[in-house]
């Protein structure tokens, strides 16, 4: 039975990385933060808030922020994509959070208890994710960055993984982080998003279609890597609902 004083806060920065979570939850209600929105509700008895913060550092740090001061939460599973700096991964595994990185830096472990008490079906791997501050778009980058990280186990990257663990950390959150791999080591995204980044670190979506229009060997890329969310979307939503779920 779940102790119904615990909330656990599952983020992440796109609402594409949580939309079929967010359709799973029982009793669900709209809790409205200004322009924010979290959606309250139960996976399998447990008592869960879902939020996208937005994407990049500022929008991370920001939004799951706002979500501990408005809500409380007890627990925070942030989710999401990352891509693959070690040939461990390949496209479409699951990756949880042994430590997390930012630069040399190890912040405080995550909760790993909080994985081990609970029945997982999804199948994972623990590993390093590394919060990086440029796209890695090619194979050299994914190299050297793998290079500098201690390698004796899987890894990857992101860029807002840092900032959910610093926040949890701030307000004295247990946490947890779990990606799936969008993108393997030898492989290369359009050079031109790191140019459609603004300033808050986010992609903008509008200078990715005109940037694409005029360079349309990226049309096959870009459509495969948003076929890759909408499947991962899901794998992160068996997992989340496992874990959250699955602890008696």
Not at 3 to 21: F, M
Not at 158 to 174: G, K, L, Q, T
Not at 206 to 219: C, T
Request: charged share 30%; hydrophobic share 45%; net charge negative.
């Amino acid at each position: 039975m779940h102790d119904t004083d615990e909330l656990t806060a599952i983020v992440a920065a796109n609402d594409d990385e949580i939309a079929p979570l967010r359709e799973r939850l029982e009793n669900a209600v709209e809790v409205k933060d200004g322009p924010r929105r979290y959606h309250v509700g139960t996976l399998r008895g447990a008592r869960v808030v879902v939020a996208a913060t937005g994407d990049g550092k500022r929008n991370a740090d920001l939004g799951v922020r706002r979500l501990i001061q408005k809500l409380s939460p007890t627990r925070i599973l942030a989710i999401g994509l990352a891509g693959a700096i070690s040939d461990h991964l390949v496209v479409g595994d699951l990756l949880v959070s042994s430590e997390v990185l930012e630069g040399e830096r190890t912040l405080a472990w995550p909760d790993l208890q909080w994985l081990e008490e609970s029945t997982i079906a999804t199948e994972y791997d623990l590993g390093r994710l590394v919060t990086v501050d440029e796209i890695l778009s090619t194979p050299d980058s994914k190299r050297t960055l793998w290079g500098n990280t201690w390698r004796d186990q899987p890894a990857a990257a992101d860029m807002e993984s840092a900032c959910f663990a610093r926040v949890a950390i701030a307000f004295n959150i247990p946490y947890l982080i779990a990606r799936v791999i969008s993108d393997d080591v030898s492989e290369s995204l359009p050079d031109f998003l790191e140019d459609c980044r603004a300033q808050d670190g986010s992609i903008d979506k509008r200078q990715v279609r005109w940037k694409a229009f005029w360079r349309p060997k990226s049309w096959l890329p870009l459509f495969r890597l948003r076929g890759r969310v909408q499947k991962s979307a899901v794998v992160l939503a068996d997992f989340a609902e496992d874990l959250v779920g699955g602890v008696a």
